[in-house]
């Protein structure tokens, strides 16, 4: 019966989670344009509290949540995904490399 033996593989880092991702970027658009937590959160009709938790990739907001944020930074959810989509293909390039490799063996 054949096995599947493991090439080598070159260590990396793990990719992020969706909601990481999403996180990071809510919370750069915010301090660009240089609003408090607390603000933004009030137009989005969530507390300072949740958004935060958000922003740190701790919640995974249902997309609901995620409308309402991204609607009070006054971006629609398409630029939103395609901002993230973005960023992580080419995360996803540089590291294309490192992947790991199997081989059937008989």
Same mark, same amino acid.
């Given at each position: ?28 658009? @915010? ?9 933004? +959160? %009030?137009? =989005? &009709?969530?507390?300072?509290?949740? $958004?935060? #938790?958000?922003? @740190? ?9 995620? +409308? %309402?944020? =991204? &609607?009070?930074?006054?971006?629609? $959810?398409? #630029? ?15 590291? =294309? &490399? ?9």
């Amino acid at each position: 019966m054949a096995e599947l033996i493991p090439l080598p593989r070159t260590p990396r880092d793990p990719e992020p989670l969706w909601r990481e991702a999403l996180g990071d970027l809510l919370r750069r658009i @915010r301090h660009a344009r240089g609003e408090r937590l607390a603000d933004t +959160a %009030a137009r =989005a &009709g969530v507390s300072p509290q949740y $958004l935060s #938790e958000v922003e @740190r990739g701790l919640k995974e907001p249902s997309s609901e949540m995620i +409308a %309402a944020i =991204a &609607g009070a930074l006054d971006l629609t $959810l398409v #630029e939103l995904t395609a901002t993230i989509a973005g960023e992580l293909r080419a995360t996803a390039s540089v590291s =294309a &490399g490192a992947r790991g490799a199997f081989v059937l063996a008989a």
